[in-house]
């Protein structure tokens, strides 16, 4: 049997901590219980990165990992979404916002391609707040 990849022992570590042997302090919380420790965990990161502390990054953005795992196992239990279906979000996003890689528009410059990516997200907000 093959080894598992770092992401579905990290998946798998979630399941557990949440499952019926799992953390009772890992199952009481929410997402508002947990958001003053995703806003802990960033400004972390952001201090680490002001100080160009590489080793400290690293730390940092696992902790950010952490929370948007918690998040998502959170939401799993609800059947609202689960990791993959982020994942999935943000490739499609990536793709969407990347014309210039993913598709035939031309760019000449960054600003350009910022330009872009800033009318792609007025037009995806624009066509989400039509859903609602």
């Known amino acids: 049997m093959?080894?598992?990849?770092k992401f579905?022992?990290?998946?798998?570590l979630f399941?557990?901590?949440?499952g019926p042997n799992g953390c009772l302090w890992d199952k009481q919380q929410t997402?508002?219980?947990l958001l003053?420790?995703?806003?802990e965990e960033v400004d972390e990161f952001i201090f680490a990165v002001k100080?160009?502390?590489?080793?400290?990054?690293q730390e940092e953005l696992g902790d950010i990992l952490l929370q948007v795992m918690f998040h998502a196992q959170i939401a799993s239990k609800t059947g609202r979404f689960d990791v993959e279906d982020v994942i999935d979000g943000l490739v499609k996003k990536l793709k969407r916002r990347h014309p210039h890689v993913f598709g035939k528009v031309k760019v000449s410059s960054a600003r350009q391609i910022v330009r872009n990516w800033d009318q792609i997200k007025k037009l995806e907000k624009k066509q989400l707040a039509k859903k609602v």
């Open 2 to 5: 093959s080894k598992p990849t």
């Open 51 to 57: 100080q160009n502390d590489l080793a400290n990054m």
């Open 31 to 33: 997402h508002k219980t």
């Open 36 to 39: 003053k420790y995703l806003r």
């Open 15 to 18: 399941q557990t901590l949440h």
């Open 8 to 12: 579905i022992e990290l998946k798998e």
